[in-house]
Nanobody, 122 residues
Framework: QVQLVESGGGLVQAGGSLRLSCAAS????????MGWFRQAPGKEREFVAA????????YYADSVKGRFTISRDNAKNTVALQMNSLKPEDTAVYYC???????????????WGQGTQVTVSS
């Protein structure tokens, strides 16, 4: 099975940037769709971004489109989320996840990391 470990979270001021990274081990990473989801206090987990196994297809939530960029390095078994122009409403725990199909639906992701906290101050 795939094991996922996120890193790169922290505290940043509004307008700033953070880069999250997810290191994967286990089953064939390069065949998996990789996604980022987030969950704010008192809210349901929501989709942020996803990237196909080849990196050729990406999806973004409307709320982050134009500000966040997802990328992957199959040689290093890593996926990253570059977050620019951060807003206080981006504050959440961010999770890396893996799926065997290309999807933005969280129920289709069968491997999850433990999450990393991102806090954006106003």
């Amino acid at each position: 099975q795939v094991q996922l470990v996120e890193s790169g979270g922290g505290l940043v001021q509004a307008g700033g940037s953070l880069r999250l990274s997810c290191a994967a081990s286990g089953r064939t990473f390069r065949r998996d769709t990789m996604g980022w989801f987030r969950q704010a206090p008192g809210k349901e987990r929501e989709f942020v971004a996803a990237i196909s196994w080849s990196g050729g297809t990406t999806y973004y939530a409307d709320s982050v489109k134009g500000r966040f960029t997802i990328s992957r390095d199959n040689a290093k078994n890593t996926v990253a989320l570059q977050m620019n122009s951060l807003k206080p409403e981006d504050t959440a725990v961010y999770y890396c996840a893996a799926s065997r199909i290309l999807t933005v639906t969280s129920v289709s992701y069968d491997r999850w990391g433990q999450g990393t906290q991102v806090t954006v101050s106003s």
